[in-house]
T-cell receptor, first 112, second 115 residues
């Protein structure tokens, strides 16, 4: 069964600090991996997308990496801000079709 | 600006009642999706549609139905609400596939409580 596992489940950091969120998947065949940010009470919003041939993608202070060989991805947040407080969801798309497998998310809280 | 909206944003209903959640998008996307989000689970696909008059079951479709009479709307109906259907429901739309990179755009969600 295709699975996407994220760690940690939750994380608290101080404003200005960096952090890294992890995503491991078993989806096969693989098409692409996307990171979403979901603010409380809102729908998810796409941050980055990476295909098999892309091993890093940046969006402002967000940098995602992908190791397709080990089936791992990470999302690195630099110089965190209070507005980064949200759930971050890793989503993997199956190759050859439209099926998406969603991770359960990492709940990030940035404090003063 | 184009957008995707859901209504109501919050709903309380009783077991056994029929409930319809609305989803409206103004991007003219052919592809529309309904998900539910529960603690301990990733978003799970309920139903999806690739165009007018097209509907398909997702992984958790039992007890739900959808209809697609136009491009803009995909209402989700709970035929006879059950407490297990208490959840947050998200509608999403997506433009046509071009290299599998197209993102889904999510609505703000509907929080449903079945008593």
């Amino acid at each position: 069964k295709n699975q996407v596992e994220q760690s940690p489940q939750s994380l608290i950091i101080l404003e200005g600090k960096n952090c890294t969120l992890q995503c491991n998947y078993t989806v096969s065949p693989f098409s692409n991996l996307r990171w979403y940010k979901q603010d409380t009470g809102r729908g998810p919003v796409s941050l980055t997308i990476m295909t098999f041939s892309e091993n890093t993608k940046s969006n402002g202070r967000y940098t995602a990496t992908l190791d397709a060989d080990t089936k791992q991805s990470s999302l690195h947040i630099t110089a965190s801000q209070l507005s980064d407080s949200a759930s971050y969801i890793c989503v993997v798309r199956e190759g050859g079709g439209n099926k998406l497998t969603f991770g359960t998310g990492t709940q990030l809280k940035v404090e003063l | 600006d184009a957008e995707i909206t859901q209504s109501p944003r919050h709903k309380i209903t009783e077991t056994g009642r029929q409930v319809t959640l609305a989803c409206h998008q103004t991007w003219n996307h052919n592809n529309m999706f309904w998900y539910r989000q529960d603690l301990g689970h990733g978003l799970r696909l309920i139903h999806y549609s690739y165009g007018v008059q097209d509907t398909n079951k997702g992984e958790v479709s039992d007890g739900y139905s959808v209809s697609r009479s136009n491009t803009e709307d995909l209402p989700l109906t709970l035929e006879s609400a059950a407490s297990s259907q208490t959840s947050v429901y998200f509608c999403a739309s997506r433009p046509p596939n071009r290299g599998n990179r197209e993102t889904q755009y999510f609505g703000p969600g509907t929080r449903l409580l079945v008593l």
